[in-house]
């Protein structure tokens, strides 16, 4: 049985470990690595797709150059990091999501509703990011 967390966690590792080996020319222990280690995923079929996109990001000299650079964004780390914690909570038998951020999308969700109505009427559309700063 392959471990979920694991998966994340070497994804996020392999994102990192890439963007070293570019800036110091060594893809082909990246590659090397990315072989070994992530192997035993290649047997499970869910995981089978972000194997591939991330073979051909290595398959670069420049991953920048890459159709699949996005791999190597803060954006994408950020959802692989989001992936990892649920999945560490979920084998730990906890809710994948903590009450406070349980509310505080329930929260925007409703502001933004509210927003919604109150536009109409000139108000500026919710923001959680300026409601945060404030």
């Given at each position: 049985m392959v471990n979920k967390g694991?998966?994340?966690f070497l994804f996020l590792f392999i994102i990192q470990f890439i963007q070293s080996a570019v800036s110091i020319g060594?893809?082909?222990e990246a590659l090397e690595f990315a072989q070994t280690k992530l192997a035993?995923?290649?047997k499970v079929q869910k995981y089978v797709e972000k194997l591939e996109d991330f073979m051909a990001l290595l398959a670069y000299n420049e991953p920048e150059k890459s159709p699949m650079f996005h791999l190597l964004s803060w954006e994408y780390r950020q959802q692989v990091s989001d992936s990892l914690n649920r999945a560490i909570l979920a084998n730990s038998n906890?809710?994948?999501y903590s009450a406070v951020e349980?509310?505080?999308?329930?929260t925007t969700v409703v502001r933004q509703c509210l927003s919604q109505e109150s536009s109409k009427e000139g108000h500026p559309p919710f923001s959680l990011k300026?409601?945060?700063k404030s």
């Open positions: 694991l998966f994340y060594m893809l082909t035993p995923f290649g906890l809710p994948s349980r509310l505080i999308q329930q300026d409601f945060m």
